[in-house]
């Protein structure tokens, strides 16, 4: 099949190169030859277009899909951006370094939020959305279930849709406030303010399968984070009481409430 | 050959129409997914799809088998859709006769193979292995196209029914796709239906397309065209009246006019059966 091959790497070369400004194929090929006469090569004309024409629409196709579904599973970044500078600035720069290699679309942004090296806000709405997204579809493990065991030397896990954020402001709701407009208004209209300060989240999938999020405080941050980390409960608290301050003030309060609501949420898995 | 059933008129399920879906029931034959879409670990998608499988047959149509890529047979990908076709007992599963992966990389697109004698020996081989490994009847369907190859030897309805034949699988004959690639490479639509061996066809696909002068692009974004019509009015009593399936994927429109539109296909075969 080396003929196949041969076509196929050279129709893949040249349907994946970086979508120009205008949009349009680039006029030299990734082999460093004209586009018009190297399409010829392979690819006959039509009664109404080019040899190069033709291979254009497969050039467009693959880098509108692509950017569509980024901007699908980026919503904040592209009100944040614009569809057309999302594109630009983000979309096919990040398409061109990381192009997809899994046949699951939804994988296509992972490494997005590390792209973004020095823009923070840009990075933690990223990882918003690409939690959002993986909360969606990721699978439920068998929920943890503290009958009849010594609970406090079970180790304790979070579900893979349980995500923990610590950022700089308050972008959950910031987010929130951004999705209740299409990406046109955003372009006209400010920005909501973001409360700022240190804030904790948890972003979950409910018992109905919906994805939500809430605000944590430092104690319930901490001691879920040293549970996402393989602590058993005895093991967490012995290390917020030895670390004191607020998260140990809050946990000798508190810590039955919290375990109630986890363990109604769901958020711990066996094992 | 296997005993297929004739399900009626279904629609492509699409999130946007859950809500509609869910609320109303409505009096749909059967629902056709993209199998992709409920290839995940849990959550959401297979809550929907379970919804949807109380009341509903589901037939699962996928877009990324990518058959005619270099790379050998993706294993996992093909354990995550046999899998699937468990949980919704589709009666078959179709995808499409095209390539769109090479080693490293997944193009997400249907990207043309070209129509050679020895692309048909490579294609054939795989099909018939996927049929066997999902051990339900399996399908291809044609593509909309936008290029032919120079290295072409055939056209494209006898590549379509060679691998058909040698691996002993099916088509799933997308009749508007015929119609996109019959007006973008200059064909006879009815000589393409003339050529097809219909005891082979197992489901009949109907879309909307843009059409933009020069070329075609086939979007599933409008309602079917009347040549589309005519063309489905040839091909569904030669296949002895199998299952037809309206897609619509872009610029939604409410399920109702989704589902009227797919009625039309109802009243084509009404008439037809009366004349």
Request: proline share 6%; net charge negative.
């Amino acid at each position: 099949m080396t003929e196949l091959f041969e076509i196929q790497k050279w129709f893949g070369a040249l349907i994946a190169q970086p979508l120009q400004a205008d949009y349009k194929i680039p006029e030299t090929t990734p082999f460093g030859t004209p586009v018009k006469e190297e399409a010829k090569k392979h690819i006959s004309p039509s009664p109404t277009l080019r040899s190069h024409q033709r291979i254009e629409l497969y050039h467009q196709q693959y880098w509108w899909r692509l950017l569509k579904c980024l901007q699908e599973n980026f919503p904040t970044l592209t009100r944040l951006y614009g569809y057309d500078r999302f594109n630009q600035e983000i979309g096919i720069p990040y398409l061109t370094q990381n192009p997809p290699t899994h046949w699951a679309l939804c994988r296509l942004g992972q490494s997005l939020p590390d792209w973004f090296t020095e823009k923070e806000l840009e990075r933690d709405t990223a990882r918003i959305d690409a939690a959002t997204q993986h909360a969606f579809w990721t699978e439920e493990k068998k929920p943890c279930d503290f009958e009849g065991e010594d609970i406090v030397s079970k180790k304790l896990t979070l579900q893979p849709h349980v995500h923990l954020f610590e950022l700089g402001g308050d972008l959950f709701t910031f987010r929130d406030t951004l999705l209740k407009e299409e990406v046109s208004y955003w372009q006209e209209h400010p920005f909501p303010e973001v409360r700022q300060g240190t804030c904790f989240f948890a972003l979950y999938r409910n018992p109905k399968n919906y994805v939500k999020w809430k605000e944590l405080t430092l104690g319930e941050y901490r001691l879920l984070t040293l549970f996402q980390e393989g602590s058993t409960i005895k093991e967490a608290c012995a290390t917020i009481e030895e670390e004191g301050g607020e998260p140990f003030r809050e946990a000798e309060e508190l810590l039955p409430l919290w375990f109630r609501e986890w363990t109604f949420l769901k958020w711990f898995q066996e094992g | 050959m296997m005993k297929i059933p004739k399900l009626g008129i279904g629609i492509g399920l699409r999130p946007v129409h859950y809500e509609e879906i869910f609320s109303q029931n409505p009096d749909i034959d059967w629902f056709e997914i993209i199998s992709e879409n409920y290839m995940v670990e849990g959550g959401k998608p297979l809550d929907n799809l379970d919804r949807i499988l109380e009341r509903y047959p589901v037939v699962q149509h996928g877009v990324n088998l990518a058959i005619g890529s270099p790379d050998p047979l993706d294993w996992d990908y093909l354990k995550k859709l046999k899998a699937l076709t468990r949980r919704t007992k589709t009666p078959w599963l179709s995808d499409h006769l095209c390539w769109g992966r090479l080693p490293g990389a997944h193009f997400h697109d249907l990207l043309p193979l070209p129509y050679t004698k020895e692309v048909i020996k490579y294609v054939s081989e795989r099909a018939r292995i996927v049929q066997d490994y999902l051990e339900i009847p399996f399908a291809l369907e044609n593509l909309s196209s936008y290029v032919a190859y120079n290295e072409d030897e055939m056209p494209e309805w006898e590549f379509y029914t060679a691998v058909v034949e040698r691996a002993d699988i099916f088509m799933m004959l997308d009749v508007n796709n015929i119609y996109v690639s019959s007006r973008n490479h200059g064909f006879d639509p009815y000589e393409y239906i003339n050529h097809v061996p219909m005891e082979r066809v197992i489901q009949i696909h109907l879309a909307g397309h843009s059409d933009h002068g020069d070329y075609v692009l086939d979007t599933h974004d409008h309602p079917v065209c009347d040549e589309v019509w005519k063309l489905y009015a040839e091909v569904w009593p030669r296949t002895g009246g199998v299952s037809t399936l309206l897609e619509w994927d872009e610029n939604f429109v409410s399920f109702e006019e989704t589902w009227n539109e797919a009625l039309r296909a109802k009243a084509f075969q009404r008439e037809l059966v009366e004349s």
